[in-house]
């Protein structure tokens, strides 16, 4: 008998250690480290900015020579940090790397994935919006949901482009060499390459960085204070930017940061969440047009569907939002129409483990970081795969995002020109697996989204396109295994996103970077 | 009184606990008894526990969950027991809802629990009796434990360790305890990023570890024939994150929550060894879990091999 209880013990802390023995830790951020670059771009300075109208638009001062006494005070102040680095700045040194953009872009996912949060009703059926203008709350601001997001990710990217444009222009320009040049002794936390040093390209992400995003997040404005004092600071613990390096980055940071949030602050987007009065016509307009409407269905019902008026904001490359509408979606009753409601019916009743399993994959739904930021995210893994620098990660954040908001933008026309309804409205009894959205169903936005994220990432890595293209499909597909899209929301979106990808693909063949 | 396996009218947190409170029962049986036991399980609930704030939501309204549970308990020696139970699980919104959200169903987690009795001597007017289980819990079907309501369970390995102590009068009252600590692993979500306090760039994800408490009043009435007993039970996850305003729960929360209830158990005289029982049981405060009702049936048979 004792032996068997000896048996079962032993069993049962074998049981134990199974349980325990996979909680490693699991990863909060792209893991990576600093590494060497696979091209230096040393033409980036006659590139063609987005915003500004050149990259000498923002202007530095000439830097002090490398044998001038100011600049080996700096020398000297840099080689005494770095002979005194505690626990908390070496891991600050290891986090950041030579390729920040990367850790702000995951730092804007994070606040995203924080913020996207549907506000719930009131007690009494009513619904407050979150405001700017308070943005404590409750609600706080903002609802970050994907048109919300991927403008954050794009004003963001396009400062990084443009602010990374200047500094490469100054940098060729002054040609001060990286401190370890200088003075060999000083042993740089990350991979040495021959760029020169003036301005710090590390300061013009932080600064820039922490003003776009604490216009985004408000709340957030001290949090990303500390974050990005932290990133200065690392850029002289890790060698590789004196203090005058450091200064004259953060000024461009600052300054095209201003460039992007004047653009922000009159790109439409204060509007697109238009009042009840203005919705009610948008409706009755469609259905005065195509004889449907699409209403919320949730309990108690919202007033308003999701930022009516998105579809008014400033599109990057698309000269007329119309010009990139689709057709009309088949009308309810029509065949094509009753082929789309069998098939999801025959979905959801029939729900495979595969079909669940890609639905949840790219459901990217509330809570988490939208469509726009799993492009960003996939982004990220092809930029550290191909090593890229920190000028050719902004440029592909940048037509990334630009293309994914044009792509937003022009499905919302769509959403709210067709105003068609939703699986749910039209099937009795019908029910899914994914959350329906509050806006109208054609053309579905995780297709154009994806399609567009697709077709620049196609372009930016080429023996990428049919990976990321089959993943784009596998996207719009997954909104009709969900069960809140008809496919031809899905087929159409996604030939939607390539029209509009179009027009920033082509707009960065003739930037100057190929 | 030691003959019969019983279901605890204590826990009805995840199924996998519920079974888990047979192994927290003093009960033994005899070596080459063996009992099964077939329960009904049906749970509702109208508000939850967002975090700590207690809220309707009508995108759900009122989901039930409805179980079957069958189970068996078999008398490896006399003091020691082996007990295998295996839960289904049918999940729903009540009608209307806001947020047409399928349901779901399947079975569950095969639980496999060791009873050993360390103790049982007469002492003073009654008899102290004290024992330790060991269980283990793991997913038999590939259900989805990210689709928090709906979900039919946390979808993870669990590791379990209990206590149990009884003193029972010889004219038939009884108090009873039990504390138990429940290990878990990792739940593999569909997805690989979500939010937990911050980014994870997994599909892999935290079930938080939990203590748990069960204590009980009873007497055997009735020669023996019928018990009734009242019950709490407290489960404490010892980590995790809260529910966020108005976002579906995910099996990274800190679920904590108390119920108190009742069970009745009754054996027939006519068909020897055939038991029949109800249960009630109310959560009445809780975190980032719902304020159960539910109720239960059942029936156990009895024999010797």
């Given at each position: 008998m004792k032996k068997n209880i000896i048996a079962s013990c032993i069993c049962a802390f074998t049981c134990m250690l199974f349980v325990t023995?996979?909680?490693?830790?699991?990863?909060?951020?792209?893991?990576y480290s600093a590494y060497a670059f696979?091209?230096?771009?040393?033409?980036?300075?006659s590139w063609t900015p987005i915003l500004l109208?050149?990259?000498?638009q923002i202007t530095i001062a000439t830097p002090a020579d490398v044998t001038s006494s100011e600049y080996l005070a700096e020398l000297a102040s840099l080689k005494s940090d770095m002979a005194s680095l505690n626990g908390d700045q070496r891991r600050a040194i290891e986090y950041w790397t030579n390729n920040p953009i990367l850790r702000w872009n995951e730092i804007a996912l994070e606040l995203i994935a924080k913020y996207n949060l549907i506000p719930g009703p009131n007690d009494d059926g009513t619904y407050t919006l979150p405001n700017p203008a308070a943005?404590?709350?409750?609600?706080?601001?903002?609802?970050?949901h994907p048109p919300s997001a991927v403008r954050a990710l794009a004003y963001l990217s396009v400062a990084h482009f443009d602010g990374l444009i200047t500094a490469w222009h100054y940098k060729y320009t002054?040609?001060?060499?990286?401190p370890y040049q200088v003075d060999n002794s000083i042993n740089s936390a990350y991979k040495q390459n021959d760029?020169?040093?003036?301005?710090?390209d590390g300061a013009v992400v932080a600064a820039s960085s922490r003003d776009i995003l604490s216009v985004m997040f408000p709340l957030e404005k001290e949090y990303l204070k500390a974050k990005a004092e932290q990133h200065l600071q690392s850029l002289v613990w890790a060698g590789i930017n004196v203090d005058s390096d450091v200064v004259a980055g953060k000024f461009i940071g600052e300054e095209v940061a201003k460039v992007a949030l004047a653009r922000a602050s009159n790109d439409g987007m204060k509007k697109a969440q238009c009042p009840k009065p203005v919705s009610d016509s948008i409706k009755a307009a469609a259905f005065n047009r195509f004889g449907w409407q699409w209403d919320n269905l949730e309990l108690p019902t919202r007033p308003v569907g999701l930022t009516?008026?998105?579809?008014k904001v400033k599109m990057w490359?698309?000269?007329?939002v119309e010009e990139v509408r689709p057709i009309a979606p088949p009308a309810p009753g029509s065949d094509e129409y009753n082929a789309n409601a069998k098939e999801l019916v025959d979905i959801q009743d029939h729900m495979t483990e595969e079909k669940r399993r890609i639905a949840n994959y790219w459901q990217?739904?509330?809570?988490?970081?939208t469509p726009p930021g799993h492009w960003n995210k996939i982004a990220i893994d092809f930029l550290i795969k191909y090593k890229e620098n920190p000028l050719r990660t902004a440029r592909t954040f940048a037509y990334l995002n630009m293309a994914m908001m044009d792509g937003g933008i022009s499905c919302w026309d769509a959403k709210y020109y067709y105003h068609y309804p939703r699986p749910i409205q039209q099937i009795p009894g019908f029910k899914t697996i994914a959350g329906t959205p509050n806006f109208p169903s054609y053309t579905s936005g995780h297709s154009v989204f994806s399609a567009a994220g697709a077709e620049v990432l196609s372009y930016i890595f080429p023996a990428e396109a049919s990976t990321v293209r089959g993943w784009a499909i596998e996207a719009a597909e997954s909104r009709i295994y969900g069960g809140i899209h008809w496919r031809f929301d899905a087929e159409v979106g996604t030939t939607q996103g390539k029209d509009v990808a179009k027009y920033t693909v082509d707009r960065a063949k003739l930037d100057g970077a190929n | 009184m030691k003959r019969i396996l019983l279901l605890s009218?204590?826990?009805?947190?995840?199924v996998g606990a519920l079974f888990g409170q047979t192994p927290s029962d003093a009960i033994m049986m005899k070596q080459k008894e063996l009992c099964f036991a077939l329960v009904y399980d049906h749970g509702s609930w109208d508000q939850y526990w967002e975090g700590t704030y207690l809220r309707y939501n009508q995108t759900v309204a009122t989901l039930t969950r409805k179980m079957v549970i069958p189970m068996v308990a078999i008398g490896i020696m006399d003091n020691l027991n082996l007990l295998v139970g295996l839960p289904y699980v049918k999940t729903e919104s009540s009608?209307?809802?806001?947020?047409?959200f399928q349901g779901a169903r399947g079975f569950q987690d095969l639980n496999i629990a060791l009873k050993y009795e360390i103790l049982n001597k007469q002492l003073g007017k009654g008899k102290l009796a004290l024992l330790a289980t060991g269980g283990f819990g793991t997913p038999i079907?590939?259900?989805?434990?990210?689709?928090?309501?709906?979900?039919?369970?946390?979808g993870t390995n669990e590791f379990s360790l209990r206590g149990i102590a009884q003193y029972i009068l010889d004219n038939g009252f009884y108090v009873k305890g039990t504390a138990g600590h429940l290990f878990r692993g990792q739940t593999k979500a569909e997805r690989d990023y979500y939010y937990n306090n911050g980014s994870y760039y997994t599909a892999w994800m935290d079930v938080p570890d939990a203590w748990e408490f069960n204590a009980g009043i009873g007497v055997w009435l009735l020669d023996n024939k019928l018990k009734l007993e009242t019950c709490y039970y407290g489960l404490k996850s010892t980590s995790g994150d809260d529910v966020r305003a108005y976002n579906a729960a995910q099996p990274t929360n800190k679920v904590q929550f108390d119920q108190v209830g009742a069970i009745g158990q009754y054996y027939l005289k006519k068909v020897k060894g055939l038991g029949v029982l109800a249960y009630y049981n109310q959560v009445v405060n809780g975190r980032n879990w719902g304020k159960f009702s539910s109720f239960g049936v059942g029936g156990t048979y009895q024999f010797k091999i």
């Open positions: 023995s996979c909680e490693d830790e699991l990863p909060t951020m792209a893991n696979s091209g230096l771009d040393a033409n980036g300075g109208s050149s990259s000498d943005p404590d709350g409750p609600p706080p601001f903002p609802f970050a002054f040609n001060r060499p990286a760029i020169p040093s003036y301005p710090s009516p008026l998105y579809g490359y698309v000269p007329t990217d739904g509330l809570g988490t970081y | 009218a204590g826990a009805l947190f995840s009608e209307p809802n806001g947020g047409k079907t590939n259900y989805l434990s990210d689709y928090r309501p709906y979900s039919i369970g946390n």
